[in-house]
């Protein structure tokens, strides 16, 4: 039962353009949400996160947007530059119940962004 | 400099041995956490601890077993139950209440 999921395996965008990865959720008891980027043969390396009370963050070229009622939420990267491309993952961290503290992740999406 | 440490970076096994892989933090960091990276796919959820002397199971701990005896070290052995035990492994570690992991470079196990 994948919990967190992320429908696109890949994107491919223009430098400059507007880079949006979305990822999915089902767990109601997911209380925070996380973007990780990863390049290969490397562990991932945090990028921005956003807590189930509110429904954007920002930093820097990089936005979360979270629709709760939706389950959904997006990382947005203005302007998007070559050296974004990785693959991104999405996490999300479970506040209670049994699983406390467990972190899921989704399958990642390959960003490539051509100059 | 404060980080996560795996060892070793590439790691060969025979078919039927057990191999364990290691896990050194000095964050100070409560919560551990053990990934399976396979080719095209995200990562899985081997195991997790949250304070020392205790752990639970993830998605996929089935041939594997860890251990939480020191705040700073979560070793991973991967045994010759687990069927499919080539691929790339991650550890993580966060602090409680904390939710930003911070995961080490990675092993990358290849059964011959």
């Known amino acids: 039962d994948q919990q967190v999921k992320q429908n696109s395996p890949s994107l491919s965008v223009q430098e400059g353009r507007i880079s949006i990865l979305n990822c999915d959720y089902t767990n109601s008891m997911f209380d925070y949400f996380l973007w990780y980027k990863k390049y290969p043969a490397e562990g991932p390396t945090f990028l921005i996160s956003?807590?189930?009370?509110?429904d954007k963050n920002e930093d820097g070229r990089f936005t979360v947007f979270l629709n709760k009622s939706a389950k959904h939420l997006s990382l947005h990267i203005v302007p998007s530059q070559p050296g974004d491309s990785a693959v991104y993952f999405c996490a999300a961290r479970q506040a209670g119940g049994t699983s406390y503290g467990k972190l899921t992740f989704g399958q990642g999406t390959i960003l490539t962004v051509h100059p | 400099d404060g980080g996560i440490t795996q060892s070793p970076k590439y790691l060969f096994r025979k078919e039927g041995q057990n191999v364990t892989l290691s896990c050194e933090q000095n964050?100070?960091?409560?919560?551990m956490y053990w990934y399976r990276q396979d080719p095209g796919q995200g990562l899985r959820l081997i195991y997790y601890?949250?304070?020392?002397?205790?752990?639970q199971k993830g998605d996929i701990a089935e041939g594997y077993s860890v251990s939480r005896e020191k705040k700073e070290s979560f070793p991973l052995t991967v045994t010759s139950a687990q069927k499919n035990p080539t691929a790339f492994y991650l550890c993580?570690?966060?602090?409680?209440?904390?939710?930003?992991?911070?995961f080490g470079q990675g092993t990358r196990l290849t059964v011959v």
């Open positions: 964050l100070n960091h409560d919560a």
């Open positions: 956003i807590s189930s009370i509110k």
């Open positions: 993580a570690s966060t602090r409680p209440m904390n939710t930003e992991a911070f």
């Open positions: 601890s949250q304070i020392v002397n205790d752990f």
